[in-house]
């Protein structure tokens, strides 16, 4: 079946840094690809996404590139704040299995300022 | 985005009670919504799927008799955890799918519903 590796953490940054959390997946069909974000005391948030090879998601200042070469979907930012704190998961959905989500195991942030 | 909310957020009961929790689209409607199960440290695994009017569809190796969903209209599905016993404590997660054309098919993730059994 379908499923998502992600790098373990937590990852510890200082304010500025710069963020990859790497993502690999595995599927049989012709996925589209999420991160997610959970902030403490919240639910799961859409990040952003990519629906096909070389598609790029971005939002607030995070991006992910979808890289079937690879099959990975790294997510990097620039400049991470101390806001960015939380946990990151990498999603997949594959419409072979009915668009449900298959979740990698989730990275935790923690930002120093 | 689209709000989901769950009720309660924490509950504690004891051995051998059931506990329901609700997941309601607070402004939108879903047709089908989702109820997930995350361990300590771990990921969200999906339990199973469920379509308003319909029966729920499980993911294998859940118990669909100890786990009780029902989507009685499009905006509210609940979960019943039946006959809880210490190792079904854990964090339960739901989300909503929108209706087709709307939000771009996008699930939106209630805040969780933390479950401890004693």
């Known amino acids: 079946g379908d499923s998502v590796t992600q790098m373990e953490g937590p990852v510890t940054l200082s304010e500025e840094a710069f963020l990859t959390i790497n993502c690999t997946y595995t599927a049989t069909g012709y996925p589209s690809l999420f991160w997610y974000v959970q902030y403490p005391g919240e639910g799961l948030q859409l990040l952003l996404k990519a629906t096909k090879a070389d598609d790029k998601g971005s939002n607030k200042g995070f991006e992910a590139t979808y890289r079937k070469e690879t099959t990975s979907f790294h997510l990097e930012k620039g400049s991470v704040q101390v806001s960015d704190s939380a946990v990151y998961f990498c999603?997949?959905?594959?419409?072979?299995?009915?668009?449900?989500?298959?979740f990698g195991a989730g990275t935790i942030l923690r930002v120093k300022s | 985005g689209a709000v989901v909310s769950q009720h309660p957020s924490r509950v504690i009961c004891k051995s051998g009670t059931s506990v329901k929790i609700e997941c309601r689209s607070l402004?939108?409607?879903?047709?089908?919504m989702f109820w997930y199960r995350q361990f300590p440290k771990q990921s969200l695994m999906l339990m199973a799927t469920s379509n308003e009017g319909s029966k729920a569809t499980y993911e294998q190796g859940v118990e669909k008799d100890k786990f009780l969903i029902n989507h009685a209209s499009l905006t509210l599905s609940t979960l019943t955890v039946t006959s809880a016993h210490p190792e079904d404590s854990s964090f339960y997660i739901c989300?909503?799918?929108?209706?087709?054309?709307?939000?771009?098919?996008?699930?939106?993730f209630g805040p969780g519903t933390r479950l401890t059994v004693l």
């Open positions: 989300s909503a799918l929108s209706l087709p054309g709307v939000y771009d098919n996008e699930q939106f």
């Open positions: 999603a997949l959905s594959d419409m072979e299995y009915g668009n449900k989500l298959v």
């Open positions: 402004d939108f409607q879903a047709t089908t």
